[in-house]
């Protein structure tokens, strides 16, 4: 008896490329107008990760 083993679906991409520059675009945004804000260097690092995101 041989058993057949279904291969797992090919995952897809969620985000497109202009999916990532449109959230790099808003986070951009969002850090300019909350330059004061504590929290802004994580947003500085969510926007670089969106840029190195695109690249690929």
């Not at 959230?23 to 951009?28: F, K, N, R, S």
Request: glycine share 2%; proline share 4%; aromatic share 8%.
């Amino acid at each position: 008896m041989t058993t057949m083993t279904a291969e797992p679906a090919r995952a897809r991409a969620v985000l497109s490329n202009q999916d990532f520059k449109l959230l790099q675009e808003a986070v951009l945004y969002y850090m300019r107008a909350h330059e004061d804000d504590p929290v802004s260097s994580t947003y500085s690092n969510l926007y670089h990760r969106l840029g190195s995101a695109t690249r690929r």
